[in-house]
């Protein structure tokens, strides 16, 4: 390990205890990926109370420290993970909660840098891609140790969903969503298949549909079902908890797994300076690559349109 040499790879904290947050850090004890982790939130009673909940569950899991904690608690976490913001209320678009939670980030990303330098950030809060930009600005870090979630939830729905369709192990089924984490992220049809086999053909050996307006159904399933878990019960929380667990496994263990997080893209895809879900190689130093999958001209058009949608609300910051 190089950049972040002066971190404890097994340390990590969470700022911001609501319900992402707290189930983030449910599922990392759950994993015994870190052995220490810090929480911290501006309701320190909620920090507080969620670190003392976590911490009678030890006896289930692995040996693991679980305190909540202040800024001066991160100078050695080799991962910072923040939920902090306003959450998404039914009828909001993830992009309606940019001016507050900039406002919000403007304060928190200063305190990190302050006491860490060397940790990998990874953004959660919405809306997910600008977030990630403005945490790359605000902190001035390399772009390879800014890392927003992304579009892996994303993906992993459109897994879940295909598996489903063709009735098969979604683990088995390699697709990809791309572009913005919201209303204009695009499922990457032509690259897409089961286990080697291509989606279509996949679809003609076993009877399955093929037909776009199934594929189009499927997607577009994939890009609301945030607004109709939020309309059933709120918040969506335990998903996202373990996509962003099966990020920090591949930071922590350096797997260089690919996963579409959301990283500063310079030049992929003709796309310069702005953070979007694309699939990276994911190791021990955050993002190590970008990989330019090939799309079919609609799909690069449609990954050009989620591009330019994200600068329109960057230059309204």
Not at 231 to 255: G, L, P
Request: hydrophobic share 40%.
């Amino acid at each position: 390990m190089s950049s972040n040499c002066g971190v404890d790879i097994r340390k990590c904290a969470i700022i911001g205890c609501g319900f992402v947050g707290a189930s983030i850090a449910f599922r990392f004890l759950e994993s015994g990926l870190f052995s220490e982790m810090v929480l911290i939130d501006v309701n320190k009673d909620k920090s507080e109370g969620e670190a003392l909940d976590l911490a009678h569950g030890i006896p289930f899991t692995r040996p693991m420290s679980i305190y909540s904690g202040s800024y001066d608690d991160l100078e050695d976490c080799a991962v910072v993970v923040i939920t902090a913001g306003g959450a998404q209320k039914p009828g909001q678009t993830r992009t309606d909660l940019v001016d507050m939670n900039i406002g919000i980030f403007k304060k928190i990303i200063p305190e990190i840098t302050k006491r860490n330098k060397d940790c990998i950030l990874l953004v959660v809060s919405n809306p997910c891609d600008v977030l990630t930009y403005a945490a790359l600005k605000i902190s001035g870090f390399p772009a390879n140790r800014v890392i927003g979630s992304g579009t892996v939830l994303d993906t992993a729905r459109l897994k879940y969903l295909l598996g489903n369709h063709l009735d098969v192990d979604p683990r088995n089924v390699h697709a990809f969503i791309i572009g913005e984490h919201g209303d204009s992220e695009l499922a990457v049809w032509s690259s897409a298949s089961v286990s080697g086999v291509d989606l279509r053909e996949f679809c003609r050996i076993f009877g399955k549909s093929s037909d776009e307006s199934v594929f189009r159904g499927i997607y577009e399933d994939v890009r609301d079902s945030a607004y109709e878990i939020i309309r059933k019960k709120s918040a969506t929380y335990y998903a996202i908890a373990m996509a962003v667990e099966r990020i920090c496994e591949c930071i922590v263990r350096d797997e260089h797994s690919v996963l579409t997080v959301s990283s500063l893209s310079n030049g992929h895809y003709g796309i310069d300076d702005i953070c979007l879900g694309l699939p990276a190689v994911v190791g021990r130093e955050g993002v190590e690559k970008l990989l330019d999958i090939p799309l079919s001209p609609e799909e690069q058009s449609a990954l050009e349109n989620s591009a330019s949608e994200m600068r329109q609300y960057l230059s309204k910051i």
